[in-house]
């Protein structure tokens, strides 16, 4: 496994093209390893091709991907870099191997994470109805998402709980009755993004059925690790849906400890 991280260039107009479109920019990842072909789907319950991306600042977008290969991302840079400004030994984008880190997970232990993902849920107006795949609208809902026990025991983690001294809101039931966690856990919901596109288009470029609508959010928090070997499938084969078009990769890093004050 590898992990890498692309700096795209926003100024250049293939940069914002990738950026406009998710199904554009997940063709330009799985085109950084030769032998996939588009038509591959990945094995169920096997590492695949992860891919996020961050945005620390206005102008400072970060894209991560987690694969089973080394990827080449020349095409990248030549279109969404800095080309001219690539050597040798610094080719526009850092790749390290990924399978050290995972090794080294242990449980109990604390990390802060990241993790962009489609949260939904499946309803139906009446027990005649199919259900129907629809995305969770509210952050508190979700924050319910993930906090899920049953998901955070699949996915080898459990989201790690404020101290009573940092929480600013309690917990309890909502109006309707519904449980409320508060500001219980270390957890933050944002960046929420309605993505649109055209799945499939006729040979003539025609819409062909109804263009596919995603909801992404960004989690960040703290975990301890309960499980190391289903948090290690779970940072390999990524969380939730809509994984092809940036959603699913948890990433990890450690806690920095509060700086001391000096008197």
């Not at 309803?123 to 809902?141: F, G, M, V």
């Not at 003539?204 to 609508?213: C, H, S």
Request: include cysteine.
């Amino acid at each position: 496994m590898f992990l890498s991280r692309f700096r795209i260039n926003t100024a250049r107009p293939g940069a914002r093209r990738l950026l406009s479109s998710p199904q554009a920019l997940h063709a330009a990842v799985m085109s950084s390893f030769p032998h996939l072909l588009p038509s591959d789907t990945p094995a169920p319950d096997a590492p695949r091709v992860l891919w996020r991306l961050d945005q620390p600042a206005r102008a400072e977008v970060l894209l991560y991907v987690t694969s089973p290969d080394q990827p080449d991302m020349t095409h990248l840079v030549e279109q969404a870099g800095w080309p001219a400004a690539a050597t040798p030994d610094s080719p526009g984008w850092h790749t390290r191997p990924y399978k050290p880190f995972l090794d080294r997970l242990t449980a109990g232990d604390h990390w802060n994470f990241r993790l962009t993902a489609n949260p939904v849920h499946s309803i139906r107006r009446n027990d005649s109805e199919p259900t129907k795949i629809t995305a969770h609208l509210t952050p508190t809902h979700q924050k319910g998402w993930l906090l899920d026990a049953r998901r955070q025991e699949r996915c080898g983690f459990r989201i790690l709980e404020k101290p009573p001294t940092a929480r600013l809101l309690p917990d309890g039931t909502t109006h309707h009755g519904t449980p409320h966690h508060g500001d219980r856990y270390a957890l933050t919901v944002g960046d929420a993004r309605p993505l649109s596109f055209d799945k499939t288009r006729t040979a003539d470029g025609k819409r062909r059925g109804k263009p596919v609508t995603v909801l992404t959010v960004t989690f960040d928090g703290q975990l301890e690790i309960t499980d190391p070997e289903a948090l290690r499938r779970t940072l390999t084969q990524g969380i939730g849906r809509a994984r092809a078009y940036g959603c699913g990769l948890l990433t990890l890093a450690p806690i920095t400890p509060p700086a001391r004050t000096v008197v």
